[in-house]
């Protein structure tokens, strides 16, 4: 799924504007064909402190009103869902994006991790490697 908004930011100046007040955020809406109902996420969407959400959500308020209601009998149901979230400023979805963003940003020194107490690192791994050693760091209980 696109990141939209994020253009030019690193990792760790997405988290400062995060901490600041900024969020991602999605616009469910609702795409119904009579009898069949489609409930779809927008793009993620990164609204920084002082941006509000409707110039990101007009669009997917449209599509819900125009098209979500005529599935019977998922689509008001369905529609009116995606209506709150819309007008209520999207579906947070910060953590799980934040998470992915960091587990996964260049920048960060990722030579080490920690599990139960238990760290390794990644270059001695390496360098064992390099030497001819065949061993494995498996941590244990």
Request: hydrophobic content about 35%.
């Amino acid at each position: 799924m696109q990141i939209k908004n994020i253009q030019g930011l690193r990792v760790a100046e997405i988290g400062q504007l995060v901490n600041q007040g900024g969020k991602f955020v999605i616009f469910p809406y609702t795409v119904s064909i009579v009898v069949m109902t489609f409930k779809r996420p927008s793009s993620i969407y990164f609204i920084r402190p002082d941006e509000g959400t409707f110039k990101y959500s007009y669009k997917h308020v449209a599509v819900n009103a125009v098209m979500g209601w005529w599935g019977i009998p998922w689509g008001p149901i369905y529609t009116i869902g995606a209506m709150y979230h819309q007008l209520s400023g999207g579906k947070d979805v910060t953590q799980a994006v934040m998470s992915d963003l960091i587990q996964n940003d260049p920048e960060a020194n990722t030579s080490t991790y920690n599990i139960n107490g238990t760290v390794s690192h990644n270059m001695q791994q390496q360098q064992q490697e390099n030497s001819g050693a065949s061993a494995y760091n498996v941590p244990r209980n």
